[in-house]
């Protein structure tokens, strides 16, 4: 009765102790190997786990720490492939395994190193081997050894037993400790990431167009904001009569009109993949093919041209019932711009300059009601995709015949 209270307390020790330490098995280890070794009367005892990799067994702990068998054990762990190894063949059984005599043993050819240098170092006499079972497999072992021959009981092999179970919790409550830490940590890195990136997007959208933001965003890079050449195609595009309209209007209905105005090209813009656009009043500038690179700018933009004027049309048509007289006009250039963010801290644009952008704001200027001018160079891009008519040669400032 006082040895199996003397059991049930040590038990409840060790038990205490995994409470005490989720994140740590030596501790468990260190306990459950001086209490095996009290209770089986055995001077020597430790516990071997299998590596990571299930490659080898290694020693974790033991109750002697000035011993020449436990740092040959340290220094040379079992490979699970030696079939000679004692501890391993407890382990590949997932039995107990008992030899009362290593004397008898030691001579022979058919035993490994480890258990003839176990003679030779310590002249231990009769060891036991219990290995500790999770699931289907064994994933280490306790060892007790004697000096002199006796042979563990049944009640020393149960109470090992008993030992062995706490010391399989140990192990999986640390691993399963370890992993959460490592999925919170990894969790934590993605959130600051996340947030990171979100402030960062807020930033660039305070100060950039959305389409800029998110390219910058999806490629990672900022220097694709730097100033670059780049082949693009601009869109001019503004109301005619809006200046003469504003004399006479409301103020109210002027806005009224400006945010229909906007929305309905908005929209278009979107839906056509106009990559930036710059609005001053009723004048609006589309960039395309950067910095959202297209297939044929070119031909996106006349294609937009043409969706807006239809939908000015119609748009014209409902304000001219309401006395307002507007009309709608289109300049379209293709060619090589200089492209990037312009501006100081706190107000950033992206923007394009030189003489492409220039013939587009000037053809714009030329058009006249429901009229959508390109130059020479995008209809070369886009003949046979669409009709034109020539208007002939005109001069343009700074830049020449056109």
């Known amino acids: 009765m006082q040895e199996r209270l003397k059991r049930e307390q040590a038990s409840r020790e060790v038990l205490e102790i995994i409470g005490l330490n989720p994140d740590d098995e030596q501790p468990v280890f260190d306990a459950i190997i001086d209490r ?13 786990l299998l590596s990571a990799d299930d490659r080898h067994l290694q020693l974790v702990a033991a109750n002697v720490e000035q011993s020449g068998y436990v740092d040959f054990l340290r220094a040379n762990p079992h490979s699970i492939k030696d079939k000679a190894s004692l501890y391993v063949e407890a382990v590949r059984s997932m039995d107990v395994r008992q030899y009362p005599d290593i004397e008898a043993l ?7 190193e480890q258990l003839k240098n176990t003679w030779k170092l310590e002249r231990m006499r009769t060891l036991l081997y219990v290995p500790l079972i999770k699931g289907d497999r064994a994933i280490g072992a306790i060892a007790l050894y004697r000096l002199h021959f006796e042979e563990f009981s049944e009640d020393d092999i149960e109470i090992l037993k008993l030992f062995a179970a706490p010391a399989v919790i140990a192990v999986d409550n640390v691993r399963q400790f370890k992993a959460l830490e490592t999925l919170n940590a990894e969790l934590g890195d993605r959130v600051r990431s996340q947030v990171g990136e979100l402030e960062r997007m807020g930033r660039l959208k305070r ?7 998110d390219a910058v965003v999806s490629a990672g890079d900022e220097s694709m904001l730097s100033s670059h050449r780049a082949l693009v195609a601009i869109l001019f595009c ?17 806005i009224e009109v400006l945010q229909t105005y906007h929305q309905e090209m908005n929209d278009l813009i979107d839906q056509y993949g ?5 609005r001053a009043g009723d004048g609006i500038m589309v960039i395309f093919n950067d910095p959202i690179p297209a297939d044929d700018p070119a031909g996106d933009a006349v294609q937009l041209a043409l ?9 014209c048509a409902q304000w001219k019932k309401l006395g307002h007289r507007l009309s709608f006009g289109v300049g379209i250039s293709f060619g090589y711009a200089t492209v990037g963010i312009v501006g100081s801290a706190g107000r950033y644009d992206y923007t394009a300059s030189g003489t492409t952008i220039n013939t587009a704001a000037r053809l714009c200027d030329l058009a006249a009601n429901d009229d959508i001018l390109i130059s020479p160079r995008t209809w070369a891009t886009v003949e046979g995709a669409v009709k034109a008519e020539s208007r002939g040669e005109i001069e343009m400032k700074a830049s020449g015949n056109l």
């Open 274 to 278: 106009g990559g930036v656009d710059q």
């Open 36 to 48: 095996a070794a009290k209770f089986c009367r055995a001077p020597h005892a430790g516990l071997l």
């Open 207 to 213: 100060f950039l167009p959305s389409a800029v933001a």
């Open 106 to 112: 030691a001579g022979g050819t058919a035993i490994s």
């Open 307 to 315: 969706a807006m004027r239809d939908k000015m049309r119609e748009l």
């Open 238 to 254: 503004d109301l005619r009569g809006f200046t003469a309209f504003c004399v006479s209007a409301e103020p109210e209905e002027t």
